[in-house]
C-alpha cells in the first residue's frame, strides 16, 4: 500500500485521533459546560498536539459544531422508512431519546455557547445549523418525490422540534410517545 492509499484509508489514525478529540470536548464540556475550556485542554485530554486540532477544525467552535453534528449523525439520524409520516415519526423519537439522555441538552447548550463566542463561533453555529437543516431537508424531498405532500423544513422545527426542547428545557412534563405522535399528526 503506498502512501497516497494509506492517506485515503477509513479509520486509522486520523479517525482515532478524531474519536479521541470527540471524546476529550464531550468530557469537557460535562465537567465544566461550553466556554470553560481550551483547545490545548482538549490536545491535552486526547493525547494530541495543539496543531492537530488547529490544522483539521481550525479552532474551537468549528471543532465543537463538529462534535454536535457528528453526534446527531449518530444517535438521530435522518431516517428513510418510505413515508413521510414514518419518517416524521421516527425522526421525532429519536430526537426525543436524544435531548432526554445523559447528555440531554448538548445541541441547544452548543448554540447557546456558539453564539455568545463572537464571529467564529456565529460561523460554526450557522453551519451545524444549515447541514441539519439540509439533512431534514433531503428526507422531505424524498416525500415530495414519492408524490407525497411534505411541509418546509422550517414548519417542522416549529411544530415537532421547538415544542419538545421547550418541555425539556423547562420541565413541562415527559416526552411521551403519545405526546410526539400528536405533534407529527398536527403537523401532517
Do not use: C, K
Request: proline fraction near 4%; glycine fraction near 10%; avoid cysteine.
Amino acid at each position: 500500500m503506498n502512501e497516497r492509499q494509506r492517506a485515503r484509508r477509513p479509520g486509522g489514525r486520523s479517525a482515532r485521533v478524531g474519536a479521541e478529540v470527540h471524546r476529550a470536548v464531550t468530557e469537557l464540556i460535562n465537567e465544566r459546560g461550553y466556554g470553560n475550556f481550551t483547545v490545548g485542554e482538549v490536545a491535552a485530554r486526547a493525547g494530541v498536539a495543539d496543531s492537530s486540532i488547529y490544522r483539521r477544525w481550525g479552532g474551537l467552535e468549528t471543532l465543537l459544531a463538529d462534535v454536535a453534528l457528528t453526534r446527531l449523525n449518530a444517535q438521530s439520524p435522518m431516517p428513510d422508512t418510505g413515508s413521510l409520516d414514518g419518517d416524521l415519526r421516527t425522526y421525532a423519537a429519536n430526537v426525543a431519546r436524544e435531548i432526554t439522555g445523559p447528555d440531554g441538552l448538548l445541541l441547544v447548550r452548543l448554540a447557546v455557547a456558539l453564539s455568545s463566542n463572537g464571529q467564529q463561533g456565529l460561523q460554526a453555529r450557522d453551519d451545524l445549523r444549515d447541514e441539519r437543516t439540509r439533512q431534514l431537508q433531503s428526507m422531505l424531498d424524498r416525500a415530495r418525490e414519492r408524490g407525497e405532500h411534505a411541509p418546509d423544513a422550517l414548519d417542522v422545527l416549529d411544530h415537532i422540534l421547538a415544542p419538545m426542547y421547550i418541555r425539556v428545557l423547562f420541565g413541562i412534563g415527559p416526552l411521551t410517545p403519545d405526546y410526539i405522535d400528536g405533534l407529527v399528526d398536527r403537523l401532517l
